[in-house]
């Protein structure tokens, strides 16, 4: 499998690692951290000498009631990281974590080069229009609602049959449209209970059927710190037991905090598995 990010072919049957950089005042983990422009490249660029191929950019937290941010604030606060960092690293592959369509084609525009969108264009009805029409990766997950709404939302007749179908018909949509590069994203913590998240973990083999690219985001979220009994800052080790796990199980994508340790998990994966 292979998505075209700026000319450039990306071979997912290897998985790779995309490094979070939040440039929110509340994120669950790292809010308010990287908030001034020499601490952002310095991250980014342990980031990517750690190993990351794809940095993923938001500045819209999507964590559980997360407060609400105008799309103009949100514009102002990723559209000068996206220029800075593809200023400092030309080859930079940039995601934009964003469910708006004038962001992701704004951020595109400036030099990112793929989008990922939590509602998989539910919460923007020209999101799957603009990606078709600037043709980039485009990474769907799942949700439903909003973040402020999400965890109101978690009965499924059969969760893991539900999602199964939430994917078939948006893949299909999007088809309809020409979009081709699609990666799935089962949406960790998005919409679901904490048993709900391990139930969703102990099948993702299964959504192998829809035959596109699995993205697993689990770094430090809740569904580790709390069956734990910690933190997010103390969910490390957590995170890479439930990383290796999400590779033997398929995924092509980990997005995590800490990239070192999940370049190990594919590293240690890829010669078990081989």
């Known amino acids: 499998m292979t998505i075209n990010c700026k000319g450039k072919l990306i071979d997912l049957k290897s998985p790779k690692v995309m490094g979070i950089l939040n440039i929110t005042p509340d994120s669950f983990y790292d809010g308010g951290i990287h ?15 750690e190993g990351a191929t794809f940095i993923d950019v938001g500045a819209y937290s999507s964590r559980p009631n997360a407060d609400h941010v105008s799309e103009a604030e949100e514009l102002k606060r990723i559209l000068p990281i996206v220029e800075l960092l593809v200023k400092e ?26 989008i990922n969108d939590i509602s998989a264009g539910k919460l923007d009805d020209n999101m799957l229009e603009t990606i078709a029409k600037i043709r980039v990766p ?25 999602i199964l179908l939430y ?93 070192k340790e999940a370049v190990e998990c594919v590293k240690l994966v890829d010669v078990l598995m081989c």
């Open 138 to 162: 485009y990474i769907m997950m799942h949700m439903r609602g909003t973040p402020q709404t999400m965890q109101q939302q978690t009965q499924y007749d059969d969760l893991t049959k539900d």
């Open 35 to 49: 908030k001034d422009t020499s601490s952002i490249l310095k991250q980014v660029e342990k980031m990517l000498i």
């Open 167 to 259: 994917f078939s018909e948006r893949i299909a949509t999007a088809r309809n449209l020409g979009i081709i590069d699609l990666i799935i994203d089962p949406g960790f913590g998005f919409a679901k209970t904490l048993e709900q998240n391990f139930e969703l973990m102990n099948s993702l083999e299964l959504f192998k059927i829809i035959e596109k690219p699995l993205l697993v985001g689990v770094s430090r979220k809740s569904m580790i710190y709390k069956t734990l009994e910690t933190s997010a800052k103390n969910a490390l080790n957590g995170t890479t037991v439930l990383n290796t796990i999400g590779l033997q199980k398929g995924a092509s994508i980990l997005r995590v905090h800490d990239v």
């Open 89 to 114: 690293f030309p080859e930079i592959l940039l995601s934009i974590d964003t469910f708006r369509s004038k962001i992701a084609k704004q951020c595109i525009e400036a030099g990112a080069a793929l």
